[in-house]
Every structure is written in C-alpha cells, then in structure tokens.
DNA sequence: CTGTTAGCGCGTTCAT
DNA sequence: ATGAACGCGCTAACAG
C-alpha cells in the first residue's frame, strides 16, 4: 500500500551507497552508465518512487509555480490559466492557483503564502488596487523569478506579456468609425493599470486618425463591473445628443450595459465593440450588436510560462538579470464569420 | 533579505528548547499559555516564518488540496474551483488545480503526480474516459481522502457533491413542453458518466409525465463538443418530421446547433433548453431562444471543500468512514428575467 | 508542562 | 566513479 522504498532501500539491495542511487536518479554525470542503467532498473522493479517532500527540503525549492489572478471566473483568466497549467505540466511543474479577487491585502497575504511555500517562480496578473509594489519588490529581492501577464507594472528586471492594448482600442474604435459611428462611447477602468491607459489611448488614436473631435464626457471611468456598465449606459443616453457607438474596457461592463438597454426597451446601438471579451464558446451566438476583441488567453499562459521556466533555470544556474520582454498580440473578431480582421 | 530564523534561534533566544517553539507554534495545549506568549512574542519580534517544507517533510502531508477538471476554461468547472479556492483559502489550504482534458491517462498520471505530492485531499470530476477506476480505488487505498463533484463514481465510502441531474432534465424538458414543443430532440453525453444518464432520465420522465410518446431517434449521444452539436442539429433538421425543440445535456453542443442553424439560415427552433450551462455574465444577454439550467459552480466548490476538510481531519484523528454524502441542487433560470422557476 | 532524542528522505559536501 | 557522513528544519515520540 504505503510506498516505502527510499533510496536506501535500492542502495542496500545493490550493495552500493544512497549516494550513488541519488545520483543516479538525477542522472548525474559523475555515475557510470552501467550502474546507473542498474540502479534505474532496480528502482524500477522495486516500484520507487521519490518523495517529493523530502526533495523539496533538501533544495529548498519546489517544483510547483504559482499564479495569481484576479478571478478565476473569468474566462479570460481561466483560458490563461489552462494555457499554463498545459505548460507547466509538460516540464513537469504543478501548478497553484489563487484569487486575489481584485483585492491588494488578499495578494499581498497570497505572495507571503506562495514565498513560504516556496514556489519555484511566480506568473501573475496585478490586481485593480494594485498602487503599490512593496510585496512584488520583497518577492524580487526574496531571489523568487515572476513574470507578469496582462496586467503588469513597471518593476527594473521583470517581465511582463502582454496584450497589444492600444492597438486593441484602436482596432475597436475604428471598427466602429467603419461602420458610421461618430459619437462614440468608451467605459474606461482605473487608470493606474495600463491596459486601460492603453485602451483609451488607442481609442484617442482612432479618433484623431478619422479626424473626430475628442469628448471627454464620452469617457466613463469604472471599475467594469455590470453595474457599471448598466450606469455608465445610462449616462450616455442622458447626453444632450446621442450616442451611436460604444468601446467597452471589458466585456463585463459591456454586457451591463446591453442588459440595461435591453430593459429600457432602447434600441442597442448598431455596432458595439468590446474589449476582453474572449468567451469563445458564446462569441458565436451573442447579440449581434456585439463585436469582440480576442484575448488570446491560451498562448499567452503557454508563453508567460516558457519564459518563467526559462528564468527559472537560468536564476539557478547563475543570477543574470534577464532584460524586460514584451509579448504582444492582438486581433478583432467579428461576430458572424468568427473572421479575424489583422 | 533570506529568512534564516528556525524554532532554534528562538529556542536559543530564549533559553529553552526547540520542541516546546514549535508546540506553541502549533498551539498544542501542552505549553503554558505564558510561555506560548513569550514565543509568540519572540518569533514575531525575529520574523520568523516556518518552513513549510521541513514541516511536510515530517509530517509527510502538504497543506495543498489538488482538484482535477476536465477543463478549467469550462465556466461551470472555473467557477467550482472559484468556490474550491475561496473555501481553502479560509482554511489554510493552498489549491493545486489540474486538468485531464477528458482524457483517463492524463487523469491517471495526475493522480499519481498528486499523491506523490503528498497532497492533503482530492476534489474530482471525472473524465469522459473514465470508465475503470484503477487509480481512483489505488488513491483511496493510499488513504488520500477525496470525494467527486458534478461527475462521480460509485465507490464505495468515497461522497459525492452532485447536481440533480434528473430533475434538471426534466425540468428542461418540461419547459419545452409547457412551451407547446411536441417533437425534441436532445443530446446526451456518454453513457457512463452518471450525470448524462440522468439528465436523459429526466427528459424521458417529463415525455411520460406529459404523455408524449417517446422516439428513439429524437436521442443522440456524442461527446458534446461544438461540432457534435453542429452534427446533432443536422441529424435532426434530416428526419422526416419537424423537430420544435431541443434539449442539450450541454451548452457546448448546444451553441454548436444554434451556429450551424444560423448558419444555414435555419429559423432557431423557438425554445431550447440546455442543461449545464451557467455563464453567469452572458445568460442575460444571450440568444432569445436558449433557455438554460443553472449549475451553482461556486457553491458546489464550496459545499465539496467543506466536505473533504471534514474528511481529512477526521481522517487523521481517526479511520472511520463517512457515509455518502449527497448534495443536490437545480434551478431553471428563465432568460428574459434571470428569474429562478423552481 | 518542558527537555531529550531521534529521525523524515534526500542531496551534497568531502574524501578516496 | 563511488562511499561516508552530515544536515535541511521540523515534529513526534518518550521521559521526567
């Protein structure tokens, strides 16, 4: 039942010492082949099995990697988080989850976990109350490599992928231009987080490129949730004039918003763009009204985490300092044909 | 910058030994309540913080719970590990997620990843190729407490979190029916998960209850992928008489027919129930003629956190065995309303 | 209540 | 290329 053969046990049956067996096992160079072809099949035939724990204390070191997300819930994250899992599971790395549920205090006490735990390395994406760095400066300086994704902040040496964000708002934006829009409404979210700065910046660049003049009150800054998305509706069409468009930060408040028209008995705008929204299953069948920019949540798991285990090994093996990569990717897909434009 | 401090500094520090730290660390009755503060009092003054993996190592048992999806981007199963998660972390208790992709070698090698990581407990649902239950009764030998959600296995001691199943299919179907739909069509999963025999077990109920007679063509299984739908709908749209609704174990089969209906230009049938789907963001604003079951991701998580926390410390104090636990819950959300029949 | 002793199983020195 | 010995930091006996 209990597996209880130890190196000890496979060194003793073959007459060499533990050390050898360990060796072996971790397929040092320092072991003949021959005995170490012994030892492998000895293990082998007597169901060996490495503990784990023990071999973490030893190198103080895990051989799992954490993630940090806002929610799981979210179908962008959870497109991520499969992306990770898949490669982290083909180098042999588990994976630990957590929510920080847009909540500082909650990512803080998680990092405090994941360092106690230690973690081999850490992939994260900052929460919306993320001002300060203190915890992510303390993981830095704990010797821990992470990478952000998505959401990231400006820290000397680490790494971030990322989305093409203003690209994305621009794309959107001028989407709508396309299709006749001129008043365009734009739901923007906190500003200390660049994606959104960068959203709104592409929707600034559309703008200008089509020469329509900039109004401010077209911008409605929130934290995205429906219930934004539902007021922030209801602030546009207070306007004294109306409003034919909508570039929504993310799919949420954009959503809120289509439930708040819907129920107002308003005709949906003919053309809204989203930002964030990735539900690949749905993007199909929503409401025609919806256009979406895709998040390609999966490759940027699989390559935040290629680039975490390249640290990792490196940040073992010496202490070079790998320089800021930016992964960037955008595209728009339009609702009926699933037809990527760029 | 490292955290060096160990139970024998503070044990040096204060002239005591290190076996009574680390008893007032566990907060083991057996240390005076002054004495406990003294080293409360210490090792917060040097910072000390355990290692987490000398303790696993001696104790042979992580503070982590693994859970294992068939896919963690399936909204249903992300919000499950939402409420997993939530739960756990209340409870100390880190959360190591994995998928099995519905495949049974991945879901094998999981486990034996998991335990060999010594994991505290297991949640599970199982993959669509689950039908032996090798490595699962291996698992429960180990002694590793676990327990199934949503889709389970009849084992022996080992419980269960589920949906009623039946209820939900019947209830699906009979809202077709009380919506006038004679003739539905519907989609079953494979036979050996419970759930889909189940959820066909309703829809038969609710045919009898309202006597319409049963037609074996109107059934059609597959794996419930999108293209499986797209097949389905076409499958149904070739009989010789029309169908007027359609009732999927799935939503992924189900937008698969609403896409290829729409595609061919096919007028949707007016209802369509579906069972399992629970995109809390989009059921709001999606198409008209989907009706859906709500599965409670986050709850059932929660409910099956709780459960498997009992077991791991009963468990530990002692070996009794806890009967099956069952948890059922369904609801019918309309779509207009967000309204809950039932 | 507290101290003493003894590992958990592995990886890694230092020898040879 | 292999062996001997040590210790990672903690907890669980067993004393007293």
Chains 1, 2 share one sequence.
Not at 222 to 242: H, I, Q
């Amino acid at each position: 039942m209990e597996n209880k053969t130890t190196i000890h046990d496979i060194a003793k049956a073959l007459k060499i010492d533990a050390s050898t067996v360990s060796r072996a096992l971790n397929n040092s160079p320092r072991v003949s082949q021959k005995t170490k072809a012994r030892i492998l099949a000895k293990a082998n035939e007597m169901g060996y099995q490495r503990n784990v724990l023990a071999s973490n204390l030893r190198k103080s070191v895990t051989n799992t990697i954490g993630v940090i997300v806002p929610r799981i819930s979210r179908h962008f994250f959870s497109s991520v988080i499969s992306g990770i899992e898949e490669a982290a599971y083909d180098a042999g790395y588990n994976v630990i989850i957590c929510q920080s549920l847009e909540q500082l205090k909650r990512e803080r006490k998680i990092i405090e976990t994941l360092l106690a735990n230690r973690v081999a390395g850490v992939l994260l994406s900052v929460s919306m109350e993320t001002v300060e760095f203190d915890h992510l400066l303390n993981m830095k300086n704990n010797g821990t490599p992470f990478l952000f994704f998505d959401r990231h902040c400006e820290i000397e040496g680490i790494s971030s992928v990322l989305i093409d964000d203003l690209q994305g708002g621009f794309e959107a934006t001028e989407h709508l231009i396309l299709n006749g829009c001129k008043n365009i409404g734009h739901f923007s979210g906190p500003q200390e987080l660049a994606i959104y700065r960068n959203r709104t910046a592409g929707y600034r660049k559309a703008l200008e490129k089509h020469k329509i003049p900039f109004r401010p009150e077209l911008i409605l800054r929130s934290s995205l949730m429906e219930n934004d998305g539902a007021e922030g509706a209801k602030t546009l069409l207070s306007l004294p004039y109306d409003i034919d468009g909508l570039f929504s930060a993310n799919d949420v408040a954009a959503i809120g918003a289509m439930k708040y028209f819907k129920k107002e008995g308003i005709r949906v705008p003919e053309n809204v763009a989203i930002v964030g929204f990735s539900n690949e299953p749905v993007s199909g069948i929503i409401d025609p009204s919806l256009t979406t920019i895709d998040q390609p949540g999966f490759q940027i798991g699989q390559i935040a985490t290629k680039l975490l285990l390249d640290e990792i090994s490196n940040s073992s093996k010496d202490n070079i300092i790998i320089g800021k990569t930016t992964i960037q990717k955008s595209s728009l897909i339009e609702r009926d044909s699933s037809r990527r434009i760029t």
